[in-house]
């Protein structure tokens, strides 16, 4: 389902898409792209969008009003009663649409407290509907807080052969991603505190034999260590509560997701590997979405081990919080370093290969059968090279240490 279905002139695609972008940005989705999917006809998959939405916004124009397609789809929401009209040019709606009060934006601008365009906004908010926990009907579903839309494409997934410490395990191949959103941070520690208040989880460590944590020499697993846990085996301070979430496992992460899709009435999960590098990329191809090098005032990780042989940096010898050092290019905060995240895939050793040899896959989920699950991103305690955008590592989905946690995937 969508919740707005935007009908336009293709003459008038440069306009329409300030306006699907404010349409989004205020977290409602919306179908506007015409591109057509391999093995669907045009008329067929623009129908199927047009009946899947909750309302449809017509943007009225010098070519909208003698486009045959943009007056059937228009005619369509009129007889449903969910239709909002613009007007982006100073001209008379087609014969059955001039006493429909349509919201001037021909002056418009891109200025959003433009009072036309609030009304736009108003009447949509009054159309789309969405649920509440006791699935009582109430209007305006917006995007869940700090989470960003991620526009689909294809993108050059892995590494060359020409990058420095690279893995066997990143060959290059192509992905095409749909749209979806990711939380701009990793899930922190009071986020986990508020689903264990509400649900009495107990985690694989609390279940099993504790997690692993650096004592300064060793990595070595401790009884009683679990997500309430730092790096060093020690409770979080209040001050830490920020601090991504660790010692937890894909067990957990995926139980996290599956608490807060059924308590918000949306739909969580772990991004797959495949949307995590895309996401982190943010549309480079170099090692990191930084460029050529990563230095300790861009990303938390041990700056004894440079990338490349550049210049030592800083190491914290912790966590930091999630909202620390600059995004990269999409507004997604420390997908290099701080902690590994869990994606859901499983991992596979000649998956990438596997892939190669299709062409474009789309929307890989990783193969069907391991065991171990995947982790991105690199950590407070790793060197530069594992930093990497294209970095894979993996383990068991109960595994659990002080350098694991997650962020979160949304699709409407």
Request: proline share 5%.
């Given at each position: 389902m969508y919740d707005i279905f935007v009908s336009y002139a293709h003459e008038d695609e440069l306009r329409v898409r300030s306006i699907v972008a404010e349409l989004e940005r205020l977290?409602?989705?919306?179908?506007?792209?015409?591109?057509?999917?391999?093995?669907?006809?045009?008329?067929?998959?623009?129908?199927?969008?047009?009946?899947?939405?909750?309302?449809?916004?017509?943007?009225?124009?010098?070519?909208?009003i003698i486009s045959e397609w943009v007056i059937e789809e228009a005619e369509y929401a009129k007889g449903k009663k969910i239709l909002v009209p613009l007007l982006i040019d100073t001209v008379q709606p087609p014969f059955g649409f001039r006493r429909i009060q349509a919201a001037n934006l021909s002056g418009w601008n891109n200025d959003k407290s433009h009072q036309e365009f609030q009304k736009c906004l108003d009447a949509l908010a009054s159309i789309v509907p969405s649920h509440d926990d006791l699935g009582r009907y109430i209007p305006f579903?917006?995007?869940?807080?700090?989470?960003?839309?991620?526009?689909?494409?294809?993108?050059?997934?892995?590494?060359?052969?020409?990058?420095?410490?690279?893995s066997d395990d990143e060959i290059q191949h192509q992905v095409k991603v749909s749209d979806f959103y990711l939380s701009k941070y990793p899930?922190?520690?009071?986020?986990?505190?508020?689903?264990?208040?509400?649900?009495?989880?107990?985690?694989?460590?609390?279940?099993?034999d504790g997690s692993y944590a650096w004592?300064?020499?060793?990595?070595?697993?401790?009884?009683?260590?679990?997500?309430?846990?730092?790096?060093?085996?020690?409770?979080?301070?209040?001050?830490?509560?920020?601090?991504?979430?660790?010692?937890?496992?894909?067990?957990?992460?995926?139980?996290?997701?599956?608490?807060?899709?059924?308590?918000?009435?949306?739909k969580f999960r772990l991004p797959t590997e495949a949307e995590w590098e895309y996401a982190c990329r943010a549309g480079t191809t170099t090692p990191f979405n930084t460029g050529e090098n990563l230095t300790t005032d861009q990303a938390n990780?041990?700056?004894?081990?440079?990338?490349?042989?550049?210049?030592k940096g800083e190491y914290s010898k912790n966590t930091v919080a999630v909202d620390s050092f600059a995004p990269n290019a999409?507004?997604?905060?420390?997908?290099?370093?701080?902690?590994?995240?869990?994606?859901?895939?499983?991992?596979g050793g000649n998956y990438y290969e596997e892939c190669k040899t299709k062409g474009t896959v789309e929307n890989p989920v990783g193969p069907e059968t391991g065991s171990n699950r995947v982790l991105r991103g690199g950590y407070w305690y790793s060197n530069a090279r594992r930093c990497r955008s294209a970095f894979r590592n993996s383990y068991a989905p109960d595994h659990r240490s002080d350098?694991?946690?997650?962020?979160?995937?949304?699709?409407?």
């Open positions: 977290g409602w989705t919306v179908f506007w792209d015409r591109s057509i999917p391999v093995g669907k006809t045009w008329h067929s998959y623009i129908e199927q969008a047009l009946l899947a939405a909750h309302s449809v916004v017509v943007v009225w124009s010098e070519f909208s579903s917006p995007t869940p807080p700090d989470f960003v839309l991620l526009r689909g494409n294809i993108f050059t997934m892995g590494s060359p052969a020409s990058e420095v410490d690279r899930v922190t520690v009071a986020d986990f505190r508020e689903f264990v208040e509400a649900t009495r989880y107990r985690t694989d460590a609390e279940k099993g004592d300064g020499k060793t990595w070595e697993k401790r009884s009683g260590i679990n997500w309430r846990y730092g790096v060093s085996g020690s409770l979080r301070p209040q001050s830490e509560e920020n601090h991504p979430v660790l010692h937890v496992s894909w067990n957990d992460a995926v139980a996290y997701c599956d608490w807060l899709s059924k308590k918000s009435g949306k990780y041990d700056g004894n081990y440079p990338y490349n042989n550049n210049e999409w507004g997604l905060y420390n997908m290099h370093g701080n902690v590994y995240e869990w994606c859901g895939d499983r991992y350098y694991a946690g997650f962020r979160l995937a949304f699709v409407p």
